[in-house]
């Protein structure tokens, strides 16, 4: 199964950003598909996750599964995230053990949302 990464390339976390530099969200996405990308994982850049005030934001979700938005992300994140991601991909219903999830996941979680519909694992 494959599961999504959205991650927010308009997140500047009042950042002050000089004409044509890239922005916050744009530099976390592009750490992200630099990095070690588990297999079965998408990452696709978003124009915006309405999280302007915890940016920069990223989502995880995959059908029949919980989905997460996380916040207060920097590229320096990159690997930890990509961690975060696997673990998600190993939970067949989304949730993650605590005690599994790097700690930017169990500290910057903006919310957790239901599965539209129930799981067939």
């Excluded at 950003?17 to 969200?25: R, Y």
């Amino acid at each position: 199964m494959t599961v999504t990464l959205h991650v927010c390339t308009t997140c500047k976390a009042a950042e002050a950003v000089a004409d044509g530099e890239p922005l916050l969200g744009a530099r976390l996405h592009a750490a992200l598909l630099a990095g070690e990308v588990p297999e079965g994982l998408r990452i696709v850049g978003v124009a915006c996750l309405s999280a302007c005030n915890s940016g920069a934001a990223v989502a995880l979700s995959a059908p029949g599964r919980w989905s997460y938005v996380y916040g207060r992300l920097t590229e320096a994140d990159a690997p930890d995230i990509l961690l975060g991601a696997a673990a998600y991909l190993d939970a067949p219903d989304g949730i993650v053990p605590w005690r599994a999830r790097p700690v930017i996941f169990r500290k910057q979680s903006l919310a957790r949302i239901p599965p539209l519909e129930p799981s067939n694992v």
